[in-house]
């Protein structure tokens, strides 16, 4: 930590990621520079360990399933088609240059995904968060976070069976979906309740305390279930991610994950042995250009065939060129279960140093390269773009069924994942518990009735859940629309009623099957006669509707609170992409020159061609201000233009901003450094105040301080009353600055 602490500052000197400084901070002082004396590698790789777990953690709370699937098709379509590719040239190149087929496998995996902090970092420094391609980027980053989660799993089955396995992978794929649902779904359902519930209890330490508890009781969760507590960590973040919390756990955190994180990549740090570099230049060097180039083809070609404009593609591809850090936490798991070998570890840590590095350079060549390739592009080439670019901002056609189906199938899956696991929970644990309490008390021929208690106490848990899972969307628009449409859409609805109706009574059989030794004809009928009042039961729909009401609550209540402080809807942003437009806002610094300017003559319109679309000041809004509205200082100011017309007022903003500095300092107006102090000043008889009262003898104006005590004839008035006469001999107690006070002595 000492080594790290040092590098960080050199490397925060040089404007390079910090991340970098860490692993070259573990390289000099791991065991392969410093000697094995002054580290306990095995200690560090272990508290590395538990930095991957926070480090997850964190960046669950900044990601949202919600979001996730607000992301449109963009993000989705670009991540599918970098994974895809770059796990086939990553496994491609491993096997040309003769590496086995788990070597290969793990490198694919470990170099078709980007590094989130670099991105965030790189964009921040070069001044383009605010630019339309920004947002594609974090939405591919967000998918490629979930997906690295599920690779991991992936690859943990891969190398248990030192074979792919299609059935398996598709098996994995479904049972970590199932889970992930299932605790998302009553993670939601749970946590948010009862932070609201305690909420007056909870100060950050207790916050702190009951957040990390979380994590970490998710994490034994994950492990219980046969996942990686990585996976378990990663889900709680996503869990709190979603409550009104989530911004303030996630500041009381944010040390806990630096100091870790730090400890983690540390870590990575120590595992590199030099000679192994110097061994592999050349496969380093490969790859390290193949992730440049890869990323950049593959993602271009993702985000055009998604209908984003060529510019804005390559703007978001030259942002990806990097290897991020769950390629060492894939290279570290790899290794410690043994199926890869040790030269793989150091080789990927390098790669991703070098890819790292050159990210503010590949971004700075986007502008260019897009000039370059729209001047050698044929026409034809150009014209099936634009035409993909014009069809993403087009209104398709309504597909009612289409809707209704998408509507109908998620809510389906909800309620059937959180009906089984349910049921699954209840059976295992405690099912046999109530059937003996029940018997305990009754004779040995009445054990069916423990029998018949433990059923009622299923159906009575589940009975909300079949209710939603058979009726939700019923009495819907597009069910309506779709049953006055024709015979045929009628003869569809029932059928898509009958499946759900079917489903529920799956699960009520089921349930009756496990207390009782019935005939399948017995079980549906028994089935039937359960469900029938759960349809039409009030007060089964009553509690179904409150249940899912709370879900609502909880899953928006995060999304309430940001809109109420949003500088304009989100409908409205949306709608601008079409035109190439999009929202900006900054804060109008205290040393700005454009504190106190009209808007009129700021002409902002003219000079950078900006609208200004909203002013935030504190708690009130000044929605599309006229010429004559003034700017103040820390007002956010909402603007509406293109990336270059908000590039271009970024700048004027700094320049007004860096003007003002100057000018302060140049005019000596910078009071920061003076200081109030106390002083005391005795009355003399040769001072103008001496026989005047306080409010005639005008010194709060004069020397710009307040009286705060007169001492008279050995007795001190504190706060004096403006009314008493200051006379010879009195000591004054003053609260000011002592240049000024001083000048009191001359008047």
């Not at 094995?36 to 926070?54: D, K, Q, R």
């Not at 694919?108 to 989130?116: A, E, F, I, K, V």
């Not at 249940?547 to 949306?574: C, G, P, W, Y």
Request: glycine content about 8%.
């Amino acid at each position: 930590m000492i080594v790290a602490g040092v590098i960080s500052i050199l490397f925060k000197w040089l404007k390079q990621p910090v991340v970098l400084g860490y692993i070259v901070a573990g390289l000099l002082a791991g065991p392969y520079v410093a000697g094995s004396s002054w580290v306990n590698v095995e200690s560090a790789e272990t508290w590395g360990h538990v930095g991957v777990i926070f480090l997850l953690f964190s960046l669950g709370l900044e990601f949202s399933f919600k979001k996730l699937l607000q992301m449109g098709s963009t993000a989705f379509i670009g991540c599918i088609t970098i994974v895809i590719g770059m796990m086939s040239v990553g496994f491609l190149l491993g096997r040309l240059m003769g590496w086995n087929e788990m070597n290969s496998l793990f490198l694919g995996g470990m170099l078709c995904m980007s590094s989130t902090t670099i991105v965030f970092k790189a964009l921040d420094d070069l001044g383009l968060r605010q630019q339309k391609f920004a947002g594609i980027c974090f939405g591919i980053l967000v998918v490629e976070d979930l997906f690295a989660v599920v690779l991991m799993v992936l690859l943990a089955s891969i190398a248990v069976k030192q074979q792919f396995d299609g059935q398996e992978m598709l098996g994995q794929v479904a049972k970590l979906a199932s889970y992930l649902l299932f605790w998302f779904v009553a993670g939601i359902m749970i946590i948010p309740s009862v932070l609201k519930k305690f909420r007056q209890f909870l100060n950050d330490e207790t916050m702190t305390i009951v957040s990390l508890g979380l994590c970490l009781g998710m994490v034994l969760l994950a492990m219980a279930a046969g996942f990686s507590d990585a996976l378990g960590a990663f889900v709680m973040g996503s869990i709190l991610a979603e409550t009104i919390e989530a911004e303030r756990i996630e500041h009381l955190v944010s040390p806990i994950k630096n100091l870790f994180g730090a400890i983690f990549f540390v870590s990575v740090g120590m595992m590199i042995d030099p000679a192994i570099l110097a061994a592999y230049w050349l496969p380093i060097t490969i790859i390290t250009l193949t992730v440049i180039c890869g990323q950049i083809v593959f993602a271009s070609l993702g985000i055009v065939l998604s209908g984003q404009p060529l510019k804005v593609a390559m703007q978001s591809a030259f942002a990806l060129t990097q290897v991020g850090e769950f390629a060492f936490i894939i290279a570290q798991f790899g290794e410690s279960i043994g199926v890869t070998e040790k030269f793989l570890y150091p080789v990927v840590v390098a790669v991703s140093v070098i890819t790292t590095f050159l990210t503010p350079y590949t971004l700075r060549l986007a502008a260019p390269a897009h000039t370059w390739v729209s001047a050698h592009m044929p026409a034809k080439l150009q014209a099936i773009l634009d035409k993909l670019a014009a069809g993403k901002n087009s209104i398709g056609e309504r597909s009612v069924m289409r809707e209704l189906l998408k509507k109908v199938g998620l809510t389906v899956a909800i309620y059937f994942i959180v009906s089984l696991f349910i049921t699954g929970i209840y059976m295992n644990f405690l099912s046999d518990w109530i059937v003996q309490l029940v018997n305990t008390w009754l004779p040995d021929d009445w054990s069916w009735v423990g029998n018949l208690v433990g059923l009622l106490v299923i159906l009575s848990v589940l009975s909300p859940f079949i209710y939603k899972m058979v009726t939700k969307h019923l009495h819907s628009e597009e069910s309506h629309e779709l049953w006055r449409k024709s015979i045929y859409q009628r003869v569809s609805l029932i059928v898509l009623f009958v499946a759900r109706l079917l489903l529920g009574l799956m699960f009520v059989i089921g349930c009756i099957s496990h207390y009782f030794t019935l005939t399948s004809g017995v079980l549906t009928v028994m089935g039937l006669v359960v469900v029938a009042p759960m349809l039409f039961s009030k007060k089964i729909h009553l509690r179904s509707s409150e249940i899912e009401q709370n879900f609502m609550s909880n899953l928006s209540a995060r999304e309430v609170e940001q809109d109420r402080h949003r500088a304009v809807k989100k409908e409205l942003e949306q709608q601008l992409l079409s035109y190439d437009l999009h929202l900006a806002d900054f804060e109008i610094s205290a040393e700005s020159t454009y504190c106190g300017s009209k808007l009129i003559n700021l002409d902002l319109r003219k000079t950078c061609g900006v609208n200004v679309v909203r002013i935030i000041r504190g708690g009130l809004n000044v929605n599309i201000p006229g010429g004559n509205e003034r700017l103040f200082p820390h007002d956010r100011i909402v603007v509406a233009g293109s990336d270059e017309q908000i590039c271009l007022f970024q700048e004027q903003l700094q320049a007004a901003e860096k003007r003002g500095a100057e000018l302060v300092a140049e005019q000596g107006l910078d009071s920061r450094r003076t200081q109030v102090s106390l002083e005391q000043l005795v009355v003399k008889s040769d001072m103008d105040f001496c026989g005047k009262t306080l409010a005639e003898s005008r010194i709060r104006e004069k020397a710009q301080c307040a009286v705060l005590g007169i001492e008279h004839n050995g007795v001190t008035v504190m706060n004096p009353d403006a009314s008493m006469v200051l006379a010879e001999g009195d000591t004054l107690l003053l609260a000011g600055e002592s240049d000024q006070i001083l000048q009191l002595l001359n008047a």
